[in-house]
């Protein structure tokens, strides 16, 4: 007998009945932990199965027989922040050296702005119509806010597109200089008065937490430089006739050509209507961005969703042929994964891949100028709004 225990036939009623609650209550947390060491022992269990389960598919894919699916699994990890370091566990240094090398190869094609001939609005007849006419793409602005909103589906990922008409009402927006956070996008656009935009450029993540404050690369605001240049890949911006130029540009090459607004990451996916080879741009699966310009000057900002179950997410390859069908004559890639956002109307158009399904803080983004704004300009220049020059906060 357990030496705690009492001797019922010992104590009085009272006694026996107050022992028999004690022991009632004792055995009572002994079921409870039990229980409870039961659900920590099987929910143990799950993760190192799932732990086991995924290093063994992991091997698979990194170790298995398909070269392609060994470099597409690479390439994703090798895109996030988080899981760069898998590859790692079954590739040796040499193998994994050899797969980053193939990354972002560079485009070696000069840029030739003579492509893209701006669109001149002409007065409609009044006589004409059954309501908007499709464009030259086959296009129609129904509610003639100079904007077309699409819907993109592909083999593995959804997306959104959407179509300025008018270049000159792109330009590039960034968070508070010095501030230590980025901003979203939804308050980037509030910030500047903006309609919409998508993400821009790279951001140098010195506080390891994904915060978006620091520019990486050449940034360009309003004309003016916001960060000179390192780190980053290739280059995408605007120059003041409203051509997006893209390639890798010094900042020399920025102010000869005229730039005004341009951010930096990368790959080139489209130049001078050639799409980029798609051996120089291997890529995993996952969400993205990009812009591209059409030869009337249209402006397409793209976002694909990923990493979740409508949508896994797309390769650079996927980003350069939906520019293409859109009649892309230039086109780059910008900063995917949790970062990738598209906000248009007071409303977000993309999933957000972040953990808590929260966008991320940004250092910049591509914004859309309202009409009203585009009007202001015009009348405070004293020019058409095709000429209305870029006005930046601090």
């Not at 240094?93 to 001149?120: G, W």
């Not at 968070?175 to 790279?202: D, H, V």
């Not at 140098?204 to 916001?226: C, N, Y």
């Not at 956002?341 to 859309?368: K, Q, T």
């Amino acid at each position: 007998m357990n030496n705690n225990s009492k001797d019922l036939t010992e104590l009085t009623p009272e006694e026996q009945k107050a022992e028999r609650e004690r022991r009632r209550k004792k055995a009572k947390r002994k079921a409870r932990s039990r229980t409870i060491n039961r659900i920590f022992g099987f929910v143990l269990a799950t993760i190192i199965m799932a732990g086991l389960g995924g290093l063994g598919l992991e091997y698979v894919l990194l170790k298995g027989p398909s070269e392609t699916l060994r470099n597409t699994f690479a390439m994703t990890m090798f895109e996030t922040r988080r899981f760069t370091w898998i590859p790692n566990i079954f590739l040796t240094e040499e193998e994994v050296a050899e797969l980053r090398a193939t990354r972002n190869q560079h485009v070696e094609e000069d840029f030739d702005a003579s492509l893209i001939s701006l669109a001149v609005e002409e007065e409609e007849p009044a006589d004409t119509t059954d309501g908007p006419q499709p464009d030259a793409y086959g296009y129609i602005d129904e509610d003639g806010d100079g904007l077309i909103i699409e819907e993109i589906r592909g083999s593995g990922y959804v997306g959104t597109m959407i179509i300025v008409k008018d270049p000159h009402r792109v330009f590039v927006g960034a968070s508070p200089k010095n501030s230590g956070y980025g901003q979203t996008l939804e308050q980037m656009c509030e910030r500047y008065g903006a309609i919409g935009g998508i993400n821009g450029g790279a951001f140098v993540d010195v506080k390891g937490g994904g915060f978006g404050d620091k520019p990486d690369g050449l940034t360009i605001l309003g004309g003016e430089v916001r960060n000179e240049g390192y780190g980053a890949d290739a280059f995408v911006g605007l120059d003041k006739n409203g051509v997006l130029h893209v390639g890798y540009y010094t900042l020399a090459d920025v102010l000869a050509s005229d730039i005004t607004d341009g951010v930096s990451f990368g790959p080139v996916l489209i130049i001078n209507g050639n799409v980029t080879d798609s051996a120089k741009i291997p890529s995993g699966v996952n969400p993205r961005t990009a812009i591209g310009q059409r030869a009337d000057g249209a402006i397409l900002m793209l976002v694909i969703d990923g990493r979740q179950v409508h949508s896994i997410g797309a390769t650079y390859a996927d980003l350069a042929r939906i520019m293409a069908d859109h009649g892309a004559i230039n086109a780059c890639n910008l900063d995917g994964g949790s970062s990738s956002s598209m906000y248009c109307y007071g409303e977000y158009l993309n999933s957000s891949s972040s953990a808590n399904g929260v966008a991320r803080a940004l250092p910049d983004a591509f914004l859309i100028r309202s009409l009203e704004e585009m009007d202001a300009l015009a009348a405070q220049a004293g020019e058409s709004t095709d000429t209305a020059e870029t006005v930046t906060l601090p």
